[in-house]
């Protein structure tokens, strides 16, 4: 299967341009004549326009004398947007209040029947003509300013454009209809930052062109007929009242809700009030394409049986016809009236990092509790504003100058923060821990969006495990019948028997079913039904959801016997815990196993019943492989399951003396995809050199000598597109592979890593591993092997986030195939994998109050049900720069761009990453300070809520993904890029900025009490030596990583009642564990160590260090504040950023 033309969206993170998502198929979209996909109407931030050099300052980056990044930002701010009036006769932009069209019903297509299987690799057409290295600057032009990011912004045109077929005009209900004529969409982004309204230099003049997304911004409303505008100060402007909103007729439902009116009206406040955003009107907006059918995959031809593309579209009935399909989405936002529910509560303590990124997430089904006049649709905008921001400086808002206030970490975690919502709303809304917005008060306009500076995207958990999940069985699963949106809390009841969508603003009718509520078994009340009462729900699909019978749970192991294998030792660990977590393998009576070991040979087991032992099959044509025996080399779990055990107890000793040094990892990759085509399932695969006989063999890229090189650190892309191409072989038959890599010398994880990565498969990484030598690595390695075998699996699954119409997606981030334009492919789903997409504002969202986001999962879990989970986070709109800092999620934001780093390191370089990174920093914060901020202070100026930013920016720097100057083997720095790709955000922000605690002292004070158990609560300390004290014991957690540093002078007390030694000089070198010993210190310790590693999926290994210990520079590496040999302290970073934002 050629896969060039899949260069974005599964892995570098570019992507040609659509409305709903990201498109990777190089054939040509078809359009009909006067379809118009507004590619150019927003102005856009011009990061190639030369700037000032800088002068010389402190060292930043590693090479010689530190080179200051001259600031990325050439925007010229306007007057601050918080204090000037209108002049006398101008209209203001102001945001309408919620009313629009009578409602229409577009017309649907058939969903087309599924197709045969994939077709093999030489039926793909030839890719396209655009590069996968597209998203950044063009390496052969000179570049002439340090790159920046174009945050939320579709890909912009470079190079030759590749035609990609269009559906018709019409919405379609997501299914492919074959039109007429073509239509070039431009490939992906480049950077992802666009902020100003300097147009674009001309191509041959710039390393790379950006054309943004089209938002049409509506006109200006003429003079003398300006409606009050309700800002997030809350006030209202001054101006004739609206006319009522949506007024209902006299039997309208519910009858108990007041009649609808204007919004309140009264004096103005004596504070000035907000403009609005200005600029250029722009053009309308053309409706977008519909989606293209989720089961045909342009480029790929028709997939097999088993993809279920177009089933999570797939609805029982069809939708009556209606007007055109210009007339859809026009519809005003109108959230439901009917949210008054209980509080949610916390279900149980969390790791703090972790609880602090949480909200109380309530998953029970609410009582409903409406008050005659309670919020409905149309009282939304008032009581918004009554809840914005009220008081002139509210705390997100607070100056903070970062050079004066050293301690700005907080004692405690930090948590996110709450969009300024309805009380209602927010307390059904999707708990962070799922879904997270990088920015929770989402602009109006694209231009407000670039003038803040500031990425918009969401991160996702979406399979996260949960204690507390409502599921519902129904043979009808409601659902829009326009954009397919499931319903949620966030939709209008417009009466008793119509809804409308949150995303699309069709009315839908409530089916009859849909009457009864099965919580109260009660009938009337459709309101109050668990889908519309939680933001996270899973539904069991019904059969229109399936394309054939769920598929089995089938588990192969790919496993290296070779004599570098044996030598490590793993086998024995391995085989020992398979035996003892067989029987908590997820799965049913149809489960399936099967085992294939190779070194330069492949060899099958035949574990068919009725046979007195396991029979070896060895296949030495490693060229053109072969299945032997195909019918027994998968067998039934529950039938075969003693010659199972008995080939796990006897396999350490079949290779304990070989001495074949060589290994075929590609023909044992190939061998396993023809095992599992049939079925699909999870292949685990476990190597422990670098592959070199047969298909996808490689070679030792990585010179030692320059681990610790100032310069561009080389190959982090894959060598070969061997693996690459496999795993979408693998994606296509629902196979998912995931990869155990063992070993001490380099493997070339950038090319092995993408058999994992395009499959939606985990990596599992342990440098040095050995049984005898690496203790602590042989422990993780065991913990993870349990959770592995034992975790909640999803096969045959698909994901797909929709929006409110006007925002667009246009990049992903993490393991996945993307099969359709927003459609990710996930052949197996589990409940430790995170995503991340990137956003952009194609329309103004001036007439809606909030938007909504829904994730949908479709998949079949082990024990053979077809689910469907979905995940709903509404946010609110606002129109001022002011709100939309107020309502930056910083860790977030860290974590999105830290992704996009890792694109650009791959497909760039990392001084681009790095430059993008610093550039990122400066540009926000100069934004806060040149549009927000009215009067001029000196320092640097942060708001409270981004005061971490600069942070948590140094902190990346100096991560191990991206630092320079600093010793760091090739395959640790990518297994971390992989980690901040895919982990989700609690987990990945650990390793991006650890905490660390003092815990010689630790007491039962604030202390936490779980299942009988004290857990004591120490505060967060900085990342700095002059935290540490050489009469304590410190604590480091840094994700994957513990460390527990003893002073030299540290209280012989902890050391005696904890560790069982009497002084520092006595505690061993290699001790990475605690002795359990039965004094409170000692149980103290242990518990709140324990406590934060029940916390995450995987295990941190401890390593317990002394003040002379040679482990103790990876301790002080994580020392973020401090300066070092190749990187600025935090003070000195600051004075950087200083430097660039007061040029």
Known sequence: MSTAGFNSQNGTGTGQTYVNGPSQNPIGLQQLPGVSYGITHQPIYNPMQSKAPAPPGPGLYPSGPYQPIPPTSSYQPGPPLTSYPVPSGQALLTRPPMGGPPPHTPPQSASPSPGPRMPPAQATPPPPIVSSSSYYPNPQQPQTVAPTWMYNTAPPL??????????????????????????????????????????????????????????????????????????????????????????????????????????PTGPQPTMKPTLPPTGPPMASATPPPPKADAGTVAGNGPQAPNNYNHVENKMAGMSPPGPPGQHFGHYPSLPPGYHNTAAPHNSSPMHPAMQATTQPYSHAPQPYQQSPGGPGPAQLSPSMAAMSLQSSTPEALRVVNLLQERNLLPPTPVSAPTPCLPQDLQKINCSPEVFRCTLTSIPQTQSLLNKAKLPLG????????????????????????????????????????????????????????????????????????????????????????????????????????????????????????????????????????????????????????????????????????????????????????????????????????????QSALGSALQAAFKLLS?????????????????????????????????????????????????????????????????????????????????????????????????????????????????????????????????????TFHGNFFVRSTDLLSLPNVNPDAGFAVQMAIDENLDNMQVVSFQAALLYTSSKGERRIRVHTLCLPVVSSLADIFAGADVQAITGLLACMAVDRSVTASLSDARDALTNAAIDSLSSYRQSVLTIQQPGLLSPACLRLFPLYILALLKQKSFRTGTSTRLDDRVFTMCQLKYQPLAYAMLMIHPSLYRVDDLTDEGALNINERTIPQPRLLQLSVEKLSREGAFLMDAGTEMYLWIGRNCNPNFLNQVLGVPNSSAVPDNLFSLPELDTAESQRTRAFIGWLRDQRPFFPSLHVIRDDSQRKVCFMQNMIEDRTESALSYYEFLLHLQQQISK
């Open 158 to 263: 470079i190079g030759p454009s590749t035609s990609l077929t269009t559906p018709s005009n019409c919405p379609k209900g997501n299914h492919v209809t074959p039109a007429a004529s073509t239509a070039t969409l431009p490939p992906p982004p480049l950077s992802s930052a666009v902020y100003s309204s300097v147009p674009p230099p001309p191509p041959s003049s710039a390393l790379y062109s950006s054309v943004p997304p089209p938002p049409p911004q509506c006109a200006t409303q003429p003079a003398g007929t300006s409606m009050p505008t309700i800002s997030n100060q809350g006030f209202t402007q001054k101006g004739p009242a609206p006319p009522p909103m949506n007024p209902i007729a006299p039997h309208a439902y519910p009858p108990n809700r007041a009649p609808y009116g204007p919004p």
């Open 458 to 661: 969401l991160l996702l958990h979406p399979f996260k495990d949960l204690s507390q999940l409502p599921v519902v069985t129904s043979s009808t699963i409601v659902r829009c019948r326009s954009c397919r949106t499931y319903i949620n809390p966030f939709v209008s009841f417009l009466d008793q028997r119509r809804w409308k969508c949150n995303l699309c603003y069709r009315v839908n009718d409530v089916p009859e079913e849909f009457m009864y509520n099965p919580v109260s078994r009660s009938y009337g009340e459709p309101h109050k039904r668990p889908e519309v009462q939680n933001a996270t729900m899973e539904f069991i699909a019904p059969s229109e959801y399936m394309l054939r019978p769920p598929q089995p749970a089938v588990y192969l192991f790919v496993i290296d016997v070779s004599h570098n294998a044996v030598e490590t030792g793993y086998l024995d660990v391995f085989c020992q815990s398979l035996l003892d977590n067989i029987n908590s393998l997820p799965g049913d009576s149809r489960t399936k196993i099967g085992f294939i070991t190779f070194d330069s040979t492949i060899h099958f087991y035949n574990l068919q019943e009725g046979l007195s032992q396991p029979q070896m099959l060895i296949v030495s044509d490693i060229e053109d492989i072969f299945l032997p025996t195909p019918d027994s080399l998968l067998v039934n779990l529950n039938e075969c399951k003693e010659l199972v055990q008995d080939l796990l107890r006897s396999l350490p000793g079949l290779f304990q003396k070989t001495m074949e040094t």
């Open 678 to 810: 049939p079925t699909g399932g999870r292949m685990s695969v476990f190597q422990t050199q670098l592959p070199n006989l047969g298909a996808g063999a490689l070679q030792s890229r990585e010179d030692p000598n320059q681990r610790a090189s100032a310069k561009d650190i080389q190959h982090l892309a894959p060598a070969t597109d061997f693996y690459k191409k496999l795993a979408l072989d693998c994606s296509g038959q629902q196979v998912a592979v995931d990869l155990f890599l063992l070993s001490s010398q380099y493997c070339d994880l950038a090319s092995l890593g993408c058999i994992s990565r395009y499959s939606s498969g985990s990596i599992y990484y342990y440098p040095s591993y050995h049984h005898q030598h690496n203790p602590a690595q042989v422990e993780c390695f065991q913990k993870d092997l349990k959770r592995y075998f034992t975790r909640k699996i999803g096969f045959e699954a698909v994901m797909r986030i929709r929006c409110t119409k006007g925002l667009s997606i246009y």
